[in-house]
């Protein structure tokens, strides 16, 4: 196996720390340049094959950043002290989707058959959210969230069992988002 230049990599690394910590204000570029490193060392066997590929290196280092980076905001977000989506309440916002704002709020208070969740005064707000979080998911989520969650249909596959529930989660995080900025979805 090739000797790694650590020097370089340390390098890219701290460039893509510094990069990361712009954007997104949560990190401290030394934390995020150790989330780098230690991913870098740990791959060292495929790194080593294109460490002479900066475009590559910064690729892998941006993505282990950015993952990094958004599981921090998630922490904050849960400790915050700020209302907070989960999953089910995205799911339990989405199986409502087939009302129109005047049938829901005609069910406020009472359980729902078809969705299976007790509609409450906060299921109003949650909608809107959804609604805009919507916006930002690739096609591919909107797709699986309207057949499997407005719809009620059931998952064609495992595969897209298992993409509905990354979907979902996909959907809160957005959500929360959108909570926490005010900004409506472009």
Known sequence: MTDINWDHINDVASKVAKEMTLKWPVVEAEDVQQEILVHMVEQASYIAKRQDDDEFLRKVAWRVAKQYASKEQNQRDLTDGQY??????????????????????????????????????????????????????TDRYRDVLTRVFIYGLPPKDDAERKMSYRAVDALAIAMNSHLRTGKAAA
């Open 84 to 137: 907070y989506y989960t999953p089910e309440e995205a799911r339990n916002a989405l199986r409502t989707f087939i009302y129109t704002d005047e049938e829901v709020s005609t069910l406020i208070g009472k359980k729902d058959d078809l969705s299976k969740c007790r509609i409450t005064d906060n299921i109003m707000s949650a909608r809107l959210d959804a609604t805009a979080a919507m916006r930002k998911l």
